[in-house]
């Protein structure tokens, strides 16, 4: 779902679509899923760019799995970089199934 002009959202089944990617023009990626197993296939590979966090959906003792500000502003400037310095790049925001942890980031 394109949320903003180049800045989508999906679940982490199109974030592997090499060909959903391409039509897009996506050369940077946010993958919130790491925590769910949620693999960023495309890292290392210099057409795409990988921001990867550490998320659940769920109650979590640990700092890392939160959505602080400080995670926030990572995000933001990340997305902002790459819309910046690119401008015909696009973004995508991915979490499992796209709807939680993406919409949030984005917001």
Do not use: M, W
């Amino acid at each position: 779902v394109e949320v903003l002009p180049r800045l989508f959202i999906s679940a982490a089944t199109a974030a592997a679509n090499a060909t959903i990617l391409e039509q897009l023009s996506i050369a940077a990626v946010v993958n919130a899923a790491v925590a769910d197993g949620a693999a960023s296939p495309f890292k290392g590979d210099d057409a795409i760019e990988y921001l990867e966090l550490h998320l659940i959906d769920a109650d979590c003792p640990l700092p890392t799995c939160r959505l602080d500000p400080d995670r926030l502003v990572e995000v933001s400037h990340f997305i902002s970089r790459v819309l910046e310095s690119a401008p015909h790049a696009g973004v995508l925001v991915h979490c499992l199934r796209g709807q939680s942890r993406s919409a949030s980031l984005v917001l």
